[in-house]
């Protein structure tokens, strides 16, 4: 069990750490050919990085055992649409320069995901947790009070669909691979319909006369699928809770980032919702190492 535990803390913090430092990196470069076509280039290219590992690994039996059953499907069509969402809107905010509004979300994601396991997995939730999901909520309706036009839209939905994709993932306890590639399979004829309609119209940027930065844009899978793989796996190993706690690696690193490295604006009330969670998280983060 402790070896499963650490296991699963290690695989977190590095899928977290990638997430919030070499990815804001490579999405924030390539953000420039348009948050469009590299939403479409990051699910394209995350099917065949997933289909490759697939067949290396030789899985294709689990993958068909899966797929007949019709309630998986259900939930990996709906976690699918999830993590669609969660990239697309992502990948926007890093294009429009709101990645401190996106680090907001992943904030509060891990209270959230306290909230969830809690209510579908019976994870303990005492008074020091209760306190930090209350403090989320007043961080939320704080900015909602005294700036409406201020509130980071962008990170309320980001923290909603990673939050509930991770409930289902674990609910459904598959393989974490086959899991994604399913997932991704949902997504891929639609991303690859967008990037026929974006390749007749000359808008592209992916194009076989400038091979070096279309292999550049061909790592959006594997710049997807590793962290994503790593995090998820530490979800199944050691639960929604801890795994949230420790993914606080990647609002942190993109919140550094964003402020200090490209220059966002960030405005007093956004800065005082923030110390309201970052209260919260160092209350949830004290009780978590007693317990533990």
């Not at 099917?47 to 259900?74: E, G, N, P, Q, Y």
């Not at 509130?151 to 939050?163: K, R």
């Not at 393989?175 to 004829?189: H, K, N, Q, R």
């Not at 991303?191 to 400038?210: K, P, Q, R």
Request: contains cysteine; hydrophobic residues 55%; charged residues 15%.
């Amino acid at each position: 069990m402790n070896q499963n535990f650490n296991k699963g803390l290690l695989l977190t913090s590095v899928g977290s750490f990638w997430w919030g430092f070499l990815g804001v990196i490579y999405f924030e470069y390539v953000s420039f050919i348009g948050h469009i076509e590299l939403v479409v280039h990051r699910c394209l290219w995350t099917f065949v990085m997933l289909a490759i590992t697939t067949t290396f690994f030789s899985k294709w039996k689990i993958f068909f055992k899966i797929i007949s059953d019709k309630k998986k499907l259900v939930s990996l069509f709906i976690s699918g649409f999830l993590i669609f969402l969660n990239w697309a809107v992502w990948i926007y905010a890093v294009a429009t320069e709101r990645i401190i509004d996106a680090s907001f979300g992943y904030f509060i994601m891990p209270i959230l995901s306290v909230l969830l396991g809690y209510i579908f997995f019976q994870e303990k939730l005492n008074k020091k947790r209760i306190f930090s999901i209350i403090l989320v909520l007043i961080s939320i309706l704080f900015l909602i009070f005294f700036s409406f036009r201020n509130i980071p839209w962008v990170g309320i939905i980001v923290a909603v669909s990673w939050a509930f994709y991770n409930l289902i993932r674990k609910k459904i306890n598959i393989d974490t691979d086959v899991g994604l590639l399913i997932e991704s399979l949902y997504i891929f004829p639609f991303a690859l319909i967008v990037f026929y309609l974006i390749t007749i119209e000359g808008l592209n940027d992916f194009s076989l006369s400038n091979p070096g930065f279309s292999f550049f844009l061909i790592l959006a899978g594997p710049m997807t699928v590793i962290p994503l793989f790593l995090y998820v796996r530490g979800v199944e190993l050691i639960g929604l809770g801890p795994t949230g706690m420790i993914f606080y690696i990647t609002p942190t690193l993109q919140f550094l980032m964003g402020f200090f490295y490209y220059n966002e604006d960030f405005s007093l009330i956004k800065f005082l919702s923030f110390i309201i969670i970052w209260i919260a998280v160092i209350i949830y983060l004290k009780d978590l190492y007693e317990t533990r």
